[in-house]
Each structure stands twice: as structure tokens, then as C-alpha cells.
């Protein structure tokens, strides 16, 4: 996760410095915690955001996962990937 190349995913042009700041602070501050301590952390942080203002897009969020999913076995990845499908699916509902 030490590896910085996320920075240059196009899903990133035009992001505001606050929200590149946010972003920064999820993947650093989840170097080093277990996949299950990674999500919970991701969650609790964006919801911090949120309370800001400061809301993801889809392809945001799947790129803060993609890279927090480096290094993590093929189970774990299953396991982030479901949770993701059930929120994204949560999330369409309230929607309607």
C-alpha cells in the first residue's frame, strides 16, 4: 500500500484538494490494519466526511478500495467486494 500510483487514476481529475485530502488520509491511515479493521475504517471515515460535506462517487470509492485491497488474500477481497454489492444495493433503495 506504500505504492502512490492511485494518485494518478483519471477517476481524480478535477477533485477538490479537501476531498484529495480526505482521500490521502483514508489509504494512509489504513496502512498496516487487518482487511476486516480496513473497512470498518474506511466506513467510519467517510461517514466522518460526509458529515462535511463531502460525499464520494462510485468510481471514487472503488478506486479508495482498490487500494486498500493491495495485498489482501483472494477471500478478503470476495468479502469487501460482497459488502460493497450490499451497500451499493442499500443505497439504490433509498434512492427510490
Do not use: H
Request: charged residues 30%; glycine residues 6%.
Amino acid at each position: 500500500m506504500t505504492n502512490n500510483k492511485w494518485m494518478d487514476d483519471s477517476v481524480l481529475n478535477g477533485i477538490s484538494n479537501e476531498k484529495l485530502e480526505v482521500l490521502t488520509k483514508i489509504i494512509e491511515g489504513a496502512k498496516g490494519m487487518e482487511p476486516k479493521q480496513m473497512f470498518t475504517y474506511f466506513i467510519q471515515q467517510s461517514n466522518i466526511a460526509g458529515k462535511k460535506g463531502i460525499n464520494f462517487t462510485n468510481a471514487e470509492t472503488d478506486l479508495i478500495l482498490n487500494v486498500l485491497k493491495e495485498g489482501m488474500t483472494p477471500e478478503e477481497i470476495k468479502r469487501i467486494d460482497m459488502v460493497k454489492q450490499i451497500v451499493n444495493s442499500l443505497s439504490k433503495k433509498k434512492r427510490t
